[in-house]
């Protein structure tokens, strides 16, 4: 750092050209160095949730069972059985959900997390660094992003691995080593066997923050800032849906859940026309005016009330 500012200040005398390359480069080391300082190396993880039969893996001793506040180092491998859940916590706020029939580990030193097999909720704080997910089939490259990632290898049934991504929040790319990418953004899903991907779809994500175990299976919720920006995103889907008539507009808004505007605006309907809430009545009232204007007819030729001062 010292030398780059020595450089820059030297710089300074020249043209006022120069002047403004040196002052350029000078602002595009330091937020090089910012950025580097940020990006902490991931050289341990702590077990934050276990939920059921949840093992350690150590490369030169037997499998454990795994213990909330366990460290997790390098050589480690996580794995969860049957109906079992666990949550890691990096040291920057990183954190990794697995689902249940997972392997996983991470590479000390670097910010590549490995999902061997199984299913995994990713949360990358933004300004942290980013990381990466590696599999046998494809590199996922993330930024501040939180999605889910499901991967399981090839057998001897299956010649091909699969593999499945959901983005929640935030932007990931995803490569194959065939040099084949797609960049996945809120609310989009695809999946590869290795060798091509799916055609991007879009996937609800209000109905995966209500039913995933990944999301609601856990005795905490995730960051609130990740929610945050997640519900944000399922706003943005929901209003989507209105424009284009794809839903009421009585559907349940997130930011809305006590559905109060709905409840005052339907109360303001129902001032105006009291027996909307009751189609029934409407219907007996019509039958009792319609008998009302034969009777009259039929009488001294008195003029019958209209439809709506009969039914207001």
Known sequence: ??????????????????????????????????????????????????????KLLLQQAAPRPAAVSDLVRTGTAVRTGSQSRSELTFPDLTLTRLGANTIFSFNQGTREMNLIDGAILFQVPKGRGGATIKTAGVTVSITGTTGIGEFHPATASNPHPFSKWLCLEGTFRLDLRNGQSVELGPGKTVTTDGTSFSKVQNFDIGQVMK???????????????????????????????????????TTTNPLDPTHLHHRQLRHRQLRRHPLRRHPHRLRHRQRQLRRHQRQLRASSGHQPRSLHQFLI
């Open 211 to 249: 039913t995933s175990l990944l999301v609601i299976g856990y005795d905490t919720p995730l960051p609130s800032q990740a929610l945050d920006l997640i519900a944000l995103e399922e706003q943005k889907q929901l209003d989507l849906k209105i424009a284009s008539g794809l839903v009421a507009t």
């Open 1 to 54: 750092m010292t030398n780059i500012l020595e450089s820059t200040k030297k710089l300074f005398g020249g043209t006022g050209r120069t002047r403004f390359v040196a002052i350029a480069s000078g602002f595009t080391c330091l937020i090089a160095v910012a950025t580097s300082a940020n990006a902490t190396q991931f050289k341990e993880a702590r077990v934050t949730q276990v939920v059921n039969d949840v």
